[in-house]
């Protein structure tokens, strides 16, 4: 029971909070689920790929490297770790920006992507709060929703820029990506690797994302005004365009 709550209560409270940051011109109920379900589904491949870098060889144990070799773990965190995860974490996330028609706000990158990264949490806290026990177990079920969508934000956002302000969508992808695969990497290295800065420096990189977010999410409640209506762009109002 008790492992069931801290699994269930910290995916619940951001959920609602995402629903209410978008109250203004809010996603189909559906879509959210779904997108949710998507992030479930994520995870589990993400960690069927882990089992494929194993078969090739390039499945290490991260917490050996950070024993043994402090430059293996930067480039596994990264390059493996951060990659991966956000790459898959994207995949269904593109799928809903092509075909989902409610997909027409800046702030739906953020929104999608926040419910895909709850799902993704989900099923990696299924598979560690099997491992873990205690504060570990306690502190991972917290942080993990949390870490995810901060990491999502970025390629969320950049691809939602891109395709309702008609700009180019592949480049605006891929730097998100590459910025989010690149911090989730540094979050991991720290966490992992330097105990003795884990209370300074992964929480550091949380804040700064956080903040970009608010400031993003605070802009975007006005969605029809300031710098984010693109000209040329028809305006929604009520379910219709003028």
Request: hydrophobic share 50%; proline share 5%; aromatic share 20%.
């Amino acid at each position: 029971m008790v492992l069931l709550i801290l699994l269930i209560a910290p995916t619940l409270f951001w959920a609602a909070y995402h629903y209410y940051k978008d109250r203004y011109q809010s996603e189909p109920t559906l879509n959210l689920l779904l997108s949710y379900g998507f992030g479930i589904a994520a995870g589990f491949i993400s960690m069927h790929t882990y089992s494929a870098f194993e078969w090739i060889g390039l499945r290490y144990d991260a917490y050996e490297l950070a024993q043994t070799d402090k430059l293996g773990l930067f480039f596994y965190t990264i390059l493996i770790i951060g990659v991966i995860e956000e790459v898959i974490k994207f995949i269904p996330f593109l799928l809903i920006g092509k075909y989902f028609y409610h997909f027409d706000e800046p702030i739906d990158g953020i929104i999608y992507a926040s419910f895909i990264a709850l799902g993704f949490a989900t099923h990696e806290n299924i598979y560690y709060l099997s491992v873990l026990q205690g504060y570990e177990a306690m502190g991972r079920a917290i942080a993990s929703p949390l870490v995810h969508i901060m990491f999502a934000s970025i390629w969320g956002y950049a691809y939602s820029w891109a395709k309702i302000g008609n700009h180019p969508l592949l480049p605006a992808t891929v730097i998100g990506l590459i910025f989010a695969a690149l911090l989730h990497g540094l979050y991991n290295f720290f966490v992992i690797g330097f105990l003795q800065w884990i209370y300074i420096v992964p929480p550091l990189i949380i804040l700064i994302i956080w903040l970009w977010r608010l400031y993003l999410i605070e802009k975007l409640h006005q969605p029809y005004k300031g710098c984010f209506q693109e000209k040329n762009v028809p305006i929604k109002k009520n379910g219709l365009y003028s």
